[in-house]
């Protein structure tokens, strides 16, 4: 099996980053995504379809193409469509199985970082799962990557990226019906508190204000400390109805597009056992990492969003952070010349890291949805709802991996990414217990479903060697 | 031949389209004609073709479409040639053969 110095997972703003600093530090490196281009999350496709919508997408966004065009020139090998499915570490590297075209293949290499970024938060409310409602990320991605504006939407939820895609779906010249927000002033006096330390980042700060007064010229719809927000329909969305200022509101739409913040993707991470803490603030669970990104398990790194919520800025910076430390882990730079070239990155993570307590503050995921109703669908694929995971509680069971003897909760095809969080907190909440001592789902390989003929194909290649 | 655009029979479409027209190939999506842009990620041409609802629950036959467009959530799972896949995840090509999962299965 081909060997490398550093296994990159993930091409968005962490790994393009880390794996430019490494390459430029001499160690040779492969960049695996299952993405068709390099850009993460944050800058889909900006060096394709996405650079034609500049003008919609704004000036954040093309500045990614920086970081997409420093990785080809790094010498770090980038293979697109790679969709891992398994990683292993043993004491002398680690092995990391992928798919491409439905072919396997593996790798091995001294060092990994784990760049998979984050995922959006569970929103679990009445009519979440009809066809028409969708993530506030998805009608980005669908924005930047294949040109689609939703025509009557709703933009309903919490966080700093509902504003940005609201003020890009105006640019386009398609604003959503209404902007429908579940924090409200409570929230904002609660942040305040944070702001002074916070206003290290005042760039991010400035052009958070920016795009509501774009949303004040362009006119769009904004309710604040909205509540009971609920999708209406048959076979797909037909409305968003919700509480505002003493009484219901309906707004009919065609498209609900929700956001309640987003989440560290810890599925690699949990795979491969790292210890992970409660993030208390974001209300999720994060590897646990020193100050370069090195988890419980050395020689194991994560960069960016996967390690916790602090944006792309931040992501590239913790990057570049741990490429210097694997560079020096493997020979490559004493500790005063990492030490050097760490400075910098360190300051920059510092500054982006600072309004962080503030933007949690102020934009909390609502309260209904980390408890939602009773007949509230939490599992996606099986179809279970909270009020069956209360029960379970009520029965005994103690642990999200218990619940899977109760039910088939988590054990459909997306394996946990959008129940997990749920699933711990009404566990917790029915126990009165910390989401912490609750813990986790546990996550097998593989990460992402294989067919069996890719598997049969991988052993035959390993016995053949 | 006639151009087929739209699939369902909406009368208004919910996504409006910027991108520049592509050529456009035949697929077939529960055996009628589709004509798709080449290339264009298979979950997002169908949206704008009007499709929004890729295949039924095994659980409930409840309708589902793309929610995450980031591989995942799995709710865009459709078959294509007989394999499930998630159309999120892959381009359009000539000739797909696409079946909407059709859900519980009654006995
Ligand atoms: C849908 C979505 C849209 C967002 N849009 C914005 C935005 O417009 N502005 C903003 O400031 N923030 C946005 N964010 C927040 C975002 O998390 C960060 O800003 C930034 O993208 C984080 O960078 P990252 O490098 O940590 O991870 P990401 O950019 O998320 O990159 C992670 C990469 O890992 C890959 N990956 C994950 N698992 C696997 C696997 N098993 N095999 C192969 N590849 C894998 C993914 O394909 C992805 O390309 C968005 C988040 C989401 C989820
Ligand atoms: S839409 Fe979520 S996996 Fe395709």
Redesign the pocket.
């Known amino acids: 099996m081909t060997t490398v110095d550093l296994i990159v ?9 880390a794996a430019t600093e490494a390459a430029g530090l001499g160690l040779s490196v492969t960049v ?4 068709t281009a ?7 496709a900006v060096t394709g379809a996405g650079a034609q919508r500049g003008a919609v ?1 704004g000036q ?2 093309l500045d990614g193409a920086g970081l997409a065009l420093a990785m080809q020139a790094s010498g770090a090998q980038h293979l697109t469509g ?4 398994n990683i292993e570490a043993d004491a002398e590297g680690i092995t990391v199985t ?1 798919s491409q075209d439905g072919h396997a293949a593996q790798l091995r290499a001294a060092r990994l970082i784990l ?6 938060r569970p929103v679990p409310i009445p009519g979440w799962t009809l066809p028409g409602v969708m ?4 009608g ?2 669908l924005l ?1 990557a294949s040109g689609l504006v939703a025509e009557r939407a709703v933009l309903a939820g919490s966080g ?2 509902l504003y ?2 609201a003020a890009q779906m105006a640019r386009a010249g398609t604003p959503p019906l209404a902007l429908v927000e579940t924090q409200g002033l409570r929230d904002t006096i609660r942040a305040l508190p944070h702001l002074a330390r916070g206003l290290r980042g005042w760039r991010t700060l400035i052009k958070g204000l920016g795009l509501l007064a774009e949303l004040r010229r362009a006119g769009v719809r904004r309710i604040t400390g909205a509540r009971d927000l609920a999708v209406e329909g048959q076979d797909r969305a037909t409305a968003l109805r919700f509480a505002a200022g003493g009484r219901t509101q309906r707004i009919a739409c065609d498209t609900v597009l929700l956001h309640q913040g ?1 989440v560290p ?1 810890t ?2 991470s949990r795979a491969l056992r790292l210890d992970h803490d409660w993030l208390a603030a974001q209300q999720c669970f994060a590897p646990r990492l020193d100050a370069w990104g090195e988890t419980s398990q050395p020689g194991i790194f994560v ?5 916790g ?1 602090a ?3 931040a ?2 910076e ?2 570049r952070l741990a490429a210097c430390q694997v560079a020096h882990q493997l020979g490559r730079t004493d500790a005063t010349a990492r030490d050097a070239r760490a400075r910098a990155p360190a300051a920059r993570l510092g500054a982006e890291r600072a309004l962080r307590p503030f933007l949690d503050a102020a934009y909390p995921p609502a309260a209904q949805v980390l408890a939602p109703a009773d007949d509230t669908i939490i599992c996606r694929c099986e179809e279970v709802t909270a009020g069956q995971v209360r029960g379970w509680a009520k029965l005994g069971c103690t642990g999200p991996n218990q619940t899977k003897a109760f039910g088939r909760v988590g054990m459909g095809p997306c394996q946990g990414r959008y129940c997990g969080l749920s699933v711990t907190a009404l566990l917790a909440e029915a126990q009165g217990m910390d989401p912490a001592e609750v813990g986790a789902y546990r996550i097998r390989a593989p ?2 479903p294989v067919t069996l003929g890719e598997v049969a194909a991988l052993d035959a290649a390993e016995a053949a060697e | 031949m006639p151009r087929i655009w739209r699939f369902s029979v909406n009368a208004a479409l919910p996504f409006r389209d910027l991108s520049p027209a592509a050529p456009r190939v035949r697929v077939t999506l529960d055996g009628a004609p589709l004509d798709l842009p080449v290339g264009a990620n298979l979950a997002a041409a169908l949206l704008a073709a009007g499709v929004g609802s890729f295949r039924a629950t095994p659980v409930s036959g409840a309708p589902r479409g793309p929610f ?4 995942a959530c799995f709710d865009c799972l459709i078959e294509v040639g007989g394999v499930t896949r998630q159309a999120c995840m892959m381009q359009v090509s000539a000739g797909l053969v696409l079946t909407r999962p059709k859900g519980r299965v009654t006995e």
Do not use: S
């Open positions: 997972i993930g091409a968005g703003p962490a790994g393009m980053a695996l995504d299952e993405q390099a850009g993460g999350q944050i800058y889909r997408l954040d966004y790679a969709v891992v499915w992928w760049a998979t970024g984050a995922l959006e993530t506030a990320g998805a980005q991605i930047k700093p990226l940005l895609l987003v993707n599925q690699a960069a960016g969003d996967g390690a919520i944006g792309a800025l992501a590239a913790a990057g990460l992402k | 995450c467009m980031m591989g």
